[in-house]
């Protein structure tokens, strides 16, 4: 290996000879000693640190930066100019006087020690570069023209350890009596632990602090924000306190090393012991400020909380408060308040720590403070501690839903969305259920509020106060259709009439004509115009005769309306009232309509002007084709609505007879008694039906759709509204034999017919006339009725319950009468 290494040189020497003949000749490459002999390097290099200027092999000074305050030594990397020399005879190389041994064959370095100090370093660096004869020309040459070297001066400047100069050398609690008060964990300068606790005895009332920062120039030390000298103690007092959060911090500052201060800060949690009854003395509340939601505070064993309140305890125990709080937010940041004290007044400190990830976030007393929400249910814990005792309460934060989400009943919508009381758009859960109906849903709002103007030769309709709007706000797009109608066009005819009576006598004529005629037409006033024409007089003889024509003028209007109108006058609906649900007494039919429109179920309304009773019909109510003195119509009159409309009967005929809401007692007691059947509901209640067909005695049957049950009853039997709607009774045919009509059952019998009347027959029966339509008679009975109720004391008494046949009311009506019987 060393001849190997020995012929490497030599072969390298000789190269560098003939490349130094051919660039320049014989004599580029001098030997040691010769006053030519190059003693320049050809460049440096320095890995953790930066050169300025860039290097020149004949400069002589340099500044060397360290980028690394870590760093505690320079690694310096030179290069020779290696077509100058004989490998065999290489210059020397010292280092701070040190002469660095190296081959020309290898890497040529050299490791500077820079120091491990906190704080900035400057150091010079001195590099030679010399002829190796014996200092460079021998001891003749050297005294005739001096030594063959060159100096390179480097001056090293290393920031400081920015991370350890901020780094407290003490962080040390004495108690009153003077004993050092130990951490927790133990205070170690070297780890990166920036939070201490403390706990003082329960009657420590007095405390010191002592905190000692790196003794550097440039480096402060600051208590709570304010400088504090390094040789000094803090008092502490804790006489109205449970503890205390001291913050202190080692800052440093330096204009070319530290231009933006640099700082650490710590924290000393110190806490005096709390015993059991001042624990128990602690209570708190938490709040979402209304802009962002709200909170609740709740039991233990509240159903939102009890599953949460249960992880708690397991994990907290006794410290675990027997309440906590249910929170509804929907903001992705939402501002939380929590406010907390203790009988004694002393000072608590609060943090809601998110129980899965436990991140905790400082709640100061009546501070809002951020929290960040998700799109689900999240676990939170108040942790209120008072010195060494913290007391937990349970969180839970919903994502509820929005009150636009609601269902609401018929006829009103979802509340307006307040931006200033995020409660009110709330509903109580994820998802809105029947139960927030009350708080989310408001009335519609009615056409009489549409102010968003009509189309041309349109106004608001007259009953707007009636006509709902889509939503609690009219709008113009989804409403102006509803609210609007044509301007109605109102046409008065006024005709005239003669009646004429004669007189006359032979023996003489005298006649008097005056004609009066007036016609007028007009959109707006009734105008009457007369014209008054006289004849001359004639007379023969002596007695006289006389003939008059008289006129009288009648006025007849008819108005011609183009108005969409649902309403229709003279018409009923039957049967006349939805079972469970009995005529009321309104202002007007558009009081009946609004009734109907907030009734579950209601499809039409009859309202009977005379007397002001309103009755609400269901889908199953058929059209009549008379309905003398009623008003009747839908519920909503909007563009769907129209009377042609309202015509049709969606409910096929053997079903019409059949009703909902209505229990039937007491049931017959026979073998087919509580027969169940498992089809269809429209099998199943046409079996049930069928059964009371077979079933000697049954005039009612009523069929259960839950329990697919059929129950019969008989004569007997009375009907109780206010069952579910799940049951449905009827007859045992719907052929007509018995309709209902709101508890007066209308009887067909087969009596003598005897001046267009049908006379009474036995049992409770309505008399009505051979030729004229069953609801013109009806009309006729409630018109009689109204003039003769002053004869119900004598002819008749109405009874309830089982006693309710007896009760006839005969009204008469000149030699006829009319009975009915309060069913």
Not at 589 to 599: D, G, I, P
Request: with cysteine; proline share 6%.
């Amino acid at each position: 290996a060393a001849m190997a290494r020995l012929a490497a040189l030599a072969l390298l020497a000789a190269a560098a000879l003939l490349q130094g003949a051919a660039a320049g000749g014989a004599g580029t490459v001098r030997l040691p000693g010769d006053p030519e002999y190059y003693v320049y390097l050809q460049h440096i290099e320095m890995t953790e640190a930066t050169i300025e200027p860039d290097f020149n092999p004949k400069g002589d000074r340099f500044k060397v930066t360290i980028t690394d305050g870590a760093v505690t030594e320079l690694h310096m990397f030179v290069m020779l100019d290696l077509q100058r020399y004989n490998p065999m005879h290489c210059p020397k190389i010292l280092v701070d006087g040190k002469e660095l041994e190296y081959s020309p064959l290898d890497q040529i370095s050299a490791i500077i020690p820079i120091g491990d100090e906190i704080g900035p370093i400057r150091k010079e660096v001195h590099l030679k570069v010399a002829d190796p004869s014996e200092g460079g020309g021998g001891w003749f040459g050297n005294f005739l023209h001096g030594e063959r070297a060159h100096d390179y001066v480097f001056d090293v400047f290393k920031p400081p350890q920015l991370k350890r100069i901020v780094q407290a050398e003490r962080l040390q609690l004495l108690d009153g009596d003077g004993k050092e008060v130990p951490a927790s964990p133990a205070f170690d300068p070297t780890n990166e632990k920036d939070e201490y606790a403390f706990i003082l005895g329960a009657e420590m009332k007095k405390a010191k602090l002592r905190f000692i920062c790196p003794q550097e120039d440039g480096v402060m030390q600051e208590f709570e924000g304010a400088p504090f000298p390094a040789t000094a103690t803090h008092d502490l007092d804790f006489s109205a306190d449970y503890g205390k959060r001291i913050h202190v911090a080692c800052q440093y500052t330096h204009v070319q090393w530290a231009p933006a201060t640099v700082s650490r800060g710590f924290v000393m949690d110190i806490s005096r012991h709390v015993g059991a009854e001042q624990a128990n003395s602690i209570s708190a509340q938490l709040r979402v400020i209304p802009d962002f939601g709200y909170c609740d505070a709740v039991a233990a064993d509240d159903p939102d909380l009890k599953y949460h309140h249960t992880r708690v305890k397991e994990s907290f125990g006794l410290v675990t408060s027997k309440t906590g709080f249910v929170c509804r937010a929907n903001k992705d940041m939402s501002m939380f308040v929590a406010t907390y004290s203790s009988r004694d007044g002393g000072a608590l400190r609060a943090k809601l720590i998110n129980h899965e990830t436990d991140q905790a976030t400082t709640m100061n007393n009546a501070i809002p403070a951020m929290v960040a929400m998700k799109h689900e249910r999240q676990y939170f814990r108040l942790h209120v501690k008072a010195g060494d005792v913290g007391i937990v309460y349970p969180v839970v934060t919903l994502w509820p839903a929005e009150c636009a989400t609601a269902q609401c009943p018929r006829g009103q919508g979802p509340r307006l969305r307040d931006a200033l009381a995020a409660k009110v758009n709330m509903c109580a859960k994820e998802k809105c259920t029947e139960s927030d109906q009350e708080h989310c849903c408001v009335d519609k709002a009615t056409c009489e509020t549409y102010s968003l103007g009509c189309p041309p030769n349109q106004q608001v309709r007259f009953d707007g106060a009636e006509i709902s709007c889509k939503h609690v706000v009219c709008s113009l797009e989804a409403d102006q259709e509803t609210c609007c109608e044509p301007i109605t066009t109102t046409t008065v005819t006024t005709t005239s009439s003669t009646a004429t009576a004669t007189t006359s006598r032979t023996t003489a004529t005298k006649t008097v004509t005056v004609d009066v005629s007036s016609t007028t037409t007009t959109t707006t006033t009734d105008t009457k115009s007369t014209t008054k024409t006289e004849t001359p007089t004639t007379t023969t003889g002596t007695v006289p005769s006389t003939t008059t024509t008289s006129t009288t003028t009648t006025p007849t209007t008819t108005t011609t309306t183009t108005t969409m109108f649902c309403m229709e006058t003279d018409k009923v609906w039957l049967p006349l009232d939805m079972l469970g649900h009995f005529p009321t007494i309104e202002e007007s039919y558009r009081h009946c309509q609004r009734r109907c429109r907030n009734t579950e179920g209601c499809e039409h309304f009859s309202f009977w002007r005379s007397k002001q009773h309103c009755h609400l019909q269901g889908a199953g109510a058929e059209r009549q084709k008379w309905g003398f003195g009623f008003d009747s119509g839908p519920p909503t009159c909007t563009p769907g609505n129209l009377v042609a409309t309202t015509t049709t009967n969606p409910v096929p005929e053997d079903r019409r007879c059949l009703q909902h809401w209505v229990n039937w007692a007491p049931l017959m007691m026979t073998d087919s008694m509580m027969m169940t059947f498992h089809g269809t509901d429209d099998e199943d209640i046409s079996s049930c039906q069928r059964l009371c067909v077979v079933t000697p005695g049954c005039v009612q049957f009523q069929f259960d759709l839950v329990l697919r049950t059929c129950y019969l009853a008989g004569e007997e039997a009375q009907p109780y509204p206010g069952a579910p709607y799940t049951t449905v009774s009827g007859p045992p045919t719907c052929d007509g034999a018995n309709e209902h009509f709101n508890g007066f059952i209308l009887k067909d019998t087969v009596a003598e017919r005897s001046g267009g009347l049908r006379r009474p027959a036995p049992g409770p029966v309505v008399w009505v006339s051979d030729h004229v339509p069953p609801l013109l008679a009806l009309g006729a009975v409630a018109a009689v009725g109204a003039a003769s109720m002053s004869r119900l004391s004598n002819r008749g008494t109405f009874r309830s319950g089982a006693q309710r046949r007896a009760g006839d009311l005969q009204v008469l009506g000149g030699e006829e009468s009319v009975t009915l019987v309060a069913e």
